[in-house]
């Protein structure tokens, strides 16, 4: 008999929350096929087979978290061994049995829409296929209005041919307090209780990396502004090091990072991930965009490999395209600071003539672990990316 457990998917969880079974009791499954999806404190994972044979017994139910090493479902091998161990033993099964075991695999289809587990859960609370349910969202992801959709349209009595009698929505009274969510309320709270927060406020006039990005454009690149932060911030980290490291209070060392880890503040419907562009020092502008874009995209789908999580040295979050005008941003533990980029808005300006002029402004906000450094260090940090961000010509010069 082979236990499938709950093992550590990546950045030592110690615990999952099992979202949903892809298969059932008496289904036959091969080896590498998915068996379940779990939920960790960053991604919705799907644990595949690690052998042939009938699924025998689910052991813990949906809905349930557990610790890595749990054992959450057996699979009985084709032979019908009943043994304890760790592998699938290799078998040659009789041709009644080879035939049997083709038919069954030739009629099982596991289709797979994009979804989050709350989603899924509201689809089986309401006894909704899944499977049947039109994405709204051009990547096909399905989300819980479309469900709420599909689920009023089937309750919609019809009074008259071309007359249809609103139904109103049925909203949940409550939302679950785990997975994504609770493992970012833990994080935060650990940031707020163990950091020294201060957050330095200040405005980046983007007018020049406007018109450069629209110069591009014309030429037939497009690119997006994210990249020119991301540069922009590899080398004021590079002359402000004491912001890309990290403390460690139990050694009494800041470890400054000789990578340049960078990672993205991603609001997604169960709550914020970070993805990271790894060693963003290594990557022209144009890298960089796709690299971001991908890494969005993946995050939206909840495609991201656990790698794809981890090793952030400094953490940017763009929330400007939401209508942000500042914030106080809680720093990413255990890094040092979070820097925050706010709506980008015209507004009247004074120049150095004394000339009230129209530039494209944006409000930056950044957080900074005060243990680690001080406030003159933190301004002078973010005026040297202002400088590159607001002369464009400058930061091309840094990448020469």
Avoid: C, W
Wanted: net charge negative.
């Amino acid at each position: 008999m082979l236990e499938v457990k709950l093992h550590d998917i990546g950045e030592g969880m110690t615990e999952g929350e099992i979202v949903h079974y892809l298969v059932k009791e008496g289904d036959t499954v091969k080896t590498d096929q998915p068996l379940v999806e779990v939920q960790t404190d960053k991604m919705v994972a799907e644990l595949p087979s690690p052998g042939e044979g009938t699924i025998k017994e689910i052991v813990v139910s949906e809905g349930k978290t557990v610790q890595v090493g749990t054992t959450l479902l057996l699979i009985e091998g084709e032979g019908g061994s009943s043994q304890e161990e760790e592998s699938v033993q290799e078998e040659t099964p009789s041709p009644t049995a080879t035939k049997e075991l083709t038919r069954k695999r030739m009629t099982t289809t596991i289709n797979r829409v994009l979804a989050t587990p709350y989603t899924r859960k509201i689809a089986r609370e309401n006894g909704i296929d899944i499977e049947q349910v039109p994405a709204s969202d051009p990547s096909g992801r399905v989300t819980e209005e479309d469900v709420y959709q599909f689920m009023n349209q089937d309750q919609e009595p019809v009074v008259e041919e071309t007359t249809k009698v609103p139904v109103k929505e049925t909203q949940p009274d409550e939302i679950p307090f785990r997975g994504v969510r609770k493992q970012i309320a833990t994080k935060m709270t650990k940031s707020l209780y163990t950091i020294p927060h201060v957050t330095h406020f200040d405005e980046v006039d983007l007018t020049r990396l406007m018109e450069l990005r629209e110069e591009l454009k014309a030429d037939g690149i497009s690119v997006s502004v994210p990249p020119f932060f991301v540069k922009a911030l590899v080398f004021a980290l590079k002359d402000f090091p004491v912001f890309n490291a990290e403390l460690d209070e139990e050694n009494e060392t800041i470890k400054l990072k000789k990578d340049y880890h960078i990672g993205l503040a991603t609001d997604v419907e169960d709550g914020l991930i970070v993805p990271v562009v790894h060693d963003a020092d290594q990557k022209s502008i144009h890298e960089l965009h796709d690299h971001i874009k991908e890494l969005n995209q993946k995050a939206k789908e909840g495609k991201l490999a656990p790698k794809q999580l981890k090793g952030s040295t400094f953490t940017m979050s763009n929330v400007g395209p939401l209508g942000s005008t500042g914030a106080t941003p809680i720093i990413n533990y255990p890094e040092t600071a979070l820097i925050a980029f706010h709506k980008t808005k015209k507004r009247p300006v004074v120049n150095d003539q004394d000339e009230i002029v129209i530039r494209q402004m944006m409000n930056v906000s950044m957080s900074f672990d005060h243990r680690v450094a001080d406030g003159a260090t933190a301004v002078a940090f973010t005026n040297r990316f202002m400088s590159l961000i607001e002369n464009p010509s400058k930061l091309m010069l840094e990448m020469i």
